[in-house]
């Protein structure tokens, strides 16, 4: 199995370089800094941060490669037969979150994780998948935005795209504020039974989407003229990521529960965000079209 790891690090370490060196094409002058670091009790990572960008305020595209004795709770709670067993985990997982809020922010994450224990077979799987969350949004983004997941989809099955793109839709969704964090995309976990091959391949598929369906948007959106109100309306929101990611997000709690890099692992805040009592948009303002049309989950497809 070492060589098959490997391989899907190796994957991995160039899919951030691809997904890196393009965002950077976005900007004139901004550059992810790179940051590498060790884990005490095996592993390390590769974390790329860009800041003060013309297009990203700030973003991170992060790799990491860590390895224990004992997984965290998290991920042994619902798989007690985890329990005891040394891991390996490894991943790509980014966010970018742009100035202009008429560009909406993006999310992605891929995966893979392999547990072992002496005289037993070794348990694997791959996770991830990608989701958009605007703030100004307009249909036709959010449908090439699925579009580009049925793409990265559509080789495995045809029943692949409905299944994880409703997964995405339950997952990535506030139970406390009714609503979800987007207009949702790909999302799926636990991912083996297809056989190694054919799960690295959607993996691989999965992550190579990415740019085709975030890239477009981006240079469509970013020189769309905004003001106070918008930049007002896009930090409001970002309250909304901020809630996800510390309480349901569950690469976020494997992260600081297996005591990966705290900087690493929370590089997905905003740089700023604001918080407003019982606040409400008004009907008929572009405000509440993101309300009634598209923090719920929809068939864009017509699939």
Not at 208 to 216: E, G, N, Q, T
Request: overall charge negative; hydrophobic content about 35%; aromatic content about 14%.
């Amino acid at each position: 199995m070492d060589n098959t790891i490997d391989r899907v690090k190796n994957y991995l370490l160039s899919l951030q370089d691809n997904i890196c060196n393009s965002l950077e094409g976005e900007e004139p002058e901004a550059r992810f800094i790179e940051d590498l670091w060790q884990r005490a009790e095996g592993g390390g990572g590769r974390t790329r941060v860009i800041s003060n960008g013309q297009v990203f305020e700030q973003g991170g595209v992060n790799f990491s490669h860590v390895s224990g004795f004992q997984l965290p709770p998290s991920a042994t709670a619902k798989r007690p037969e985890l329990a005891n067993r040394e891991f390996e985990a490894m991943g790509v997982s980014l966010v970018m979150h742009p100035n202009n809020p008429y560009v909406p922010t993006v999310h992605a994450n891929i995966r893979f994780l392999i547990a072992k224990k002496a005289g037993e077979s070794d348990i694997w799987w791959f996770g991830g998948g990608f989701d958009l969350t605007p703030y100004y949004p307009f249909k036709e983004d959010v449908i090439h935005w699925h579009q580009t997941a049925l793409a990265a989809c559509q080789p495995f099955g045809d029943e692949v795209y409905p299944t994880y793109k409703k997964w995405c839709d339950e997952y990535f969704y506030l139970k406390h504020r009714d609503e979800t964090r987007g207009a949702g995309g790909l999302f799926f976990d636990d991912l083996n039974e297809w056989g190694f091959e054919p799960c690295f391949a959607f993996m691989q598929s999965v992550g190579d989407h990415f740019l085709k369906a975030y890239l477009p948007i981006v240079q469509q959106r970013k020189n769309t003229v905004y003001g106070e109100r918008e930049r007002d309306f896009q930090l409001y929101r970002r309250g909304r990521y901020v809630e996800f990611n510390l309480v349901f997000d569950r690469g976020t709690l494997f992260g600081l529960q297996s005591g990966g890099r705290t900087e690493s692992i929370l590089m997905s805040m905003p740089p700023a965000a604001i918080w407003r009592y019982n606040w409400h948009p008004e009907t008929g303002t572009p405000e509440a079209v993101l309300y009634e049309e598209y923090l719920k989950p929809q068939n864009w497809l017509g699939i």
